[in-house]
């Protein structure tokens, strides 16, 4: 069984410019979730998707966005990016029942300079 | 809501030795919790959860955990370190009922000398 496959691995992005970065999670899971790591904040949990639906959202800003795709693939955009976007990007997935653990691809490495 | 506090940002044993990292949570419900593992460019991989039933945890790569729940803590351990065990270890909280989002602990930065 195929994990959490996450594309590109690494990304270099221009302040202002916008980003998307991709997410297939383990077949048949249909739960998405996304988390920044950086050194000075740890994980921060970004939103979650659902069967095509945003069922929570973290603590940031307008400009990081997401959705999910018929097929439980995500993606999440982050618009006119800043210096302290740069991070690491992971996404998890999640069978349905109710005490399942997270699956966590090896993340994307994005970096504004 | 819930926090997870992870004391000591770096442990440093000696091959062979107990590795024991601690965690420490606070939640207004009895949550789920969870260990896991990173590597340096790699994602997160699971160590070991619990959710209910019995206290004591037993996970992969010889690691275990204790849920006491009169000290709200849930301690890691491991009787004998490995130089594979090096590693970024992360504590983790998540409510019953709304377990999609998980909070982390900032990390413990686990050093194993030969």
């Known amino acids: 069984k195929a994990g959490v496959t996450q594309t590109p691995r690494y990304l270099i992005k221009t302040r202002g410019q916008q980003v998307t970065l991709s997410c297939s999670p383990i077949?048949?899971?249909?739960?998405v979730s996304w988390y920044q790591q950086t050194p000075g904040q740890g994980l921060q949990f970004l939103f979650e998707?659902?069967?095509?639906?945003?069922?929570n959202k973290g603590n940031f800003p307008g400009r990081f966005s997401g959705r999910q795709f018929s097929n439980s693939r995500s993606e999440m955009n982050v618009s006119t990016l800043e210096l302290g976007d740069s991070a690491l990007y992971l996404c998890?997935?999640?069978?349905?029942?109710?005490?399942?653990?997270?699956?966590f691809g090896q993340g994307t490495r994005l970096t504004v300079v | 809501a819930q926090s997870v506090t992870q004391l000591g940002s770096h442990v440093s044993v000696s091959e062979g030795a107990l590795v024991l990292l601690r965690c420490n949570y606070s939640?207004?419900?009895?949550?789920?919790l969870f260990w896991y593992v990173q590597y340096p460019n790699q994602g997160l991989q699971l160590l070991l959860k619990?959710?209910?039933?019995?206290?004591l945890v037993k996970g992969i790569n010889g690691f275990e955990a204790e849920f006491k729940k009169s000290e709200t803590s849930f301690h890691l351990t491991k009787p004998s370190a490995h130089m594979s065990d090096a590693a970024e270890y992360f504590c983790?909280?998540?409510?019953?009922?709304?377990?999609?989002?998980?909070?982390f602990g900032k990390g413990t930065l686990l050093t194993v000398n030969p």
């Open positions: 998890a997935s999640r069978g349905d029942s109710g005490n399942t653990e997270a699956f």
């Open positions: 077949s048949g899971h249909r739960s």
């Open positions: 998707y659902f069967s095509e639906t945003q069922r």
């Open positions: 939640s207004s419900v009895p949550p789920y």
């Open positions: 619990y959710t209910t039933g019995a206290t």
């Open positions: 983790a909280v998540s409510l019953r009922g709304s377990n999609y989002k998980l909070t």
